[in-house]
């Protein structure tokens, strides 16, 4: 398949002078409809998706069941009065989520984004042991070169330089570094990485005092680190000196949760539970926004008044929505009733292997299910393009129809569940060509 520029999208004569979502540059797409794995833009082109939108349309853009229980709710409650009572979808959700989650998870708290569900989760956090008698305990640890959300907090969770031009962020937000970062910057052995990542943890819970440390944020894969999964037994490690130091463990299932991992959640893929999950993307298949904080039972009980009364105020006027409710419930059940694991795990086995060929000589592959990342080897390049070659990669997939993320030195792909096996093959074959016209052909 020759490789094609991307055509020019009619925007509106004078959107420049009204419309301030992003993305819009010169090369924004106007999408205007979408079935399957493909989406259209306004000039008719097509686009074959092999990054579920942003990790969140696995069952593609035109699912029955989700898109049915919508237009069922809408036609029955499609709002109710959120400071005097619930609704059935969001109460059904919950117990779903619950019973999807790892054993002493018990509770669910539905929210909008994943940002907020990160928010949440801090919050939660300080309650716990201001409940406890622990005031004090309000740092909360995450990684340098995350990534938690974009309200004001998850930003600060952000250990990245680019989120810098916001000015100060959250107080009490203290970084360590993750095992790929010490490999990569350290020439750690990956077989060390874990332990030293683990005991870096620990020193630095001691440095800020355990008395003042409530919780450690982490995503298990780390998406912006171009997939980074963890060495075997790093989680499980970390999880011993949360519990040595009466810290509490978050994990950010954002991007892992829903089957992504050929797991329910990554806590099962890697055995390793959390106190606090925060989930999102995959959970309404991305029918409408949605996702939620799931709670150890030790840390629901804080909710508890004693009377009866549980509640996590202040919340949010769109929390546990009908409408999204309904899509997530459907989307939840959909994803266990049409055994979508297993088809997540078959897909993986056909997809893995052909990447990590085609990837030969020209980077290493991060595979986890159906999260994949590709760390690219600058130096091979022989393009002579301008700019991150993750970008330059991206570009060259996108003007041939073809939706990945790149970014750095890593490009990330992350299929629908319900991708065929020649629409894999397609995927492949496009990636492929985008990589010679990097790298060079014949490797």
């Not at 008044?305 to 989307?331: E, Q």
């Amino acid at each position: 398949m020759p490789a094609q520029e991307t055509a020019a999208t009619p925007w509106p004569a004078d959107m420049s002078a009204y419309c301030f979502e992003v993305p819009h540059s010169e090369d924004s797409l106007l999408f205007t409809s979408a079935k399957g794995i493909r989406l259209s833009d306004a000039t008719g082109r097509s686009y074959l998706d092999a990054l579920s939108g942003v990790f969140v349309t696995c069952f593609g853009y035109d699912c029955g069941p989700i898109t049915q229980a919508v237009d069922d709710q809408l036609h029955t409650l499609p709002f109710n009065p959120p400071l005097h009572g619930a609704n059935r979808a969001a109460l059904d959700l919950a117990a779903e989520l619950v019973d999807l989650a790892p054993d002493g998870i018990t509770a669910a708290k539905l929210v909008n984004g994943g940002s907020e569900s990160v928010e949440a989760a801090v919050r939660l956090s300080r309650l716990y042991h201001r409940s406890h008698g622990n005031p004090d305990r309000v740092k909360v640890l995450s990684y340098y070169h995350g990534y938690h959300g974009a309200t004001f907090g998850s930003l600060t969770l952000t250990g990245r330089p680019d989120v810098s031009r916001f000015g100060p962020g959250l107080p009490g937000v203290v970084h360590v570094w993750p095992p790929d970062c010490l490999e990569e910057f350290w020439d750690v052995p990956r077989e060390k990485s874990g332990e030293l990542a683990a005991a870096m943890i620990e020193r630095t819970i001691e440095a800020e005092g355990p008395d003042s440390v409530a919780a450690l944020v982490v995503e298990p894969v780390i998406h912006l680190r171009g997939m980074a999964v963890p060495p075997e037994d790093y989680l499980a490690r970390v999880r011993e000196v949360c519990d040595r130091h009466g810290v509490l463990l978050v994990f950010d299932e954002i991007v892992t949760g829903f089957g992504r991992t050929g797991h329910p959640f990554a806590a099962q893929h890697f055995g390793v539970t959390p106190d606090l999950m925060c989930v999102g993307k995959g959970i309404s298949g991305g029918y409408a926004p949605l996702a939620a904080v799931l709670m150890h039972e030790r840390i629901a009980a804080v909710l508890d008044s004693g009377d009866g009364k549980v509640s996590f105020a202040p919340s949010h006027t769109y929390a546990a929505n009908p409408m999204a409710a309904a899509a997530g419930l459907a989307a939840v059940r959909h994803f266990r009733e049409g055994d979508h694991l297993t088809k997540v795990r078959a897909l993986s086995a056909h997809l893995e292997p052909r990447l990590r060929e085609l990837l030969t000589g020209r980077g290493r592959l991060r595979a986890t299910g159906l999260l994949y990342g590709a760390k690219l080897d600058e130096g091979a390049a022989v393009d002579g393009g301008r700019g991150p070659i993750g970008e330059r990669l991206a570009r060259a997939c996108l003007n041939r129809g073809l939706i990945i993320r790149g970014q750095d030195d890593w490009v990330v792909l992350a299929p629908a569940f319900v991708t065929t096996r020649a629409e894999a093959d397609e995927i492949l074959t496009i990636l492929g060509e985008a990589l010679d016209e990097i790298f060079g052909a014949g490797r």
